[in-house]
């Protein structure tokens, strides 16, 4: 492969998807709500108590589709020493928001590596919600953040 191949468009059958489950978002909570207070949209219809006939929950930011991040090796990390960090950032905010899980964190520093990493897709959704029940009562309840990360690879 030249220096020039990168340039051009992969076809579908030069790339595969893989999807990340980011269990350790669970211990980063604090650091995650702190970022989304500060680079999340809040979702109006949570505010004005507007809510869709159609919808029994409301979430008060609207999912986040993160543009600015990048993935850090930890080798400090205490848990493991092949640990990635995937950082978070928005102005001023930076943020850890999670790690590449542990039994994918060799390979995935591999094609780190060799530039394998063609388009990424990261965001944060959950938090704080209002659930309205069948009698229209409204609830206010604390849902955890989750942080999806779907990685499209060369081949």
Do not use: W
Request: proline fraction near 3%; charge should be positive.
């Amino acid at each position: 492969m030249g220096f020039f191949d990168f340039l051009k468009e992969p076809t579908k059958d030069e790339l595969y998807e893989v999807e990340y489950d980011i269990y350790s978002a669970t211990y980063l909570q604090d650091e995650i709500s702190k970022y989304v207070e500060k680079a999340g949209v809040i979702n109006n219809r949570y505010i004005t108590e507007e809510y869709d006939k159609n919808s029994n929950l409301v979430y008060k930011y609207n999912p986040i589709d993160i543009k600015n991040y990048r993935f850090e090796k930890d080798p400090k990390n205490q848990h493991d020493k092949n640990a990635i960090k995937i950082i978070a950032s928005s102005g001023l905010t930076v943020c850890c928001i999670g790690y590449i899980p542990q039994e994918s964190n060799v390979k995935f520093a591999k094609l780190m590596k060799e530039n394998k990493i063609y388009n990424v897709n990261l965001s944060i959704v959950g938090g704080p919600r209002k659930i309205i029940s069948k009698n229209e009562d409204v609830v206010n309840d604390d849902m955890r953040y989750y942080v999806r990360l779907k990685i499209l690879f060369r081949k």
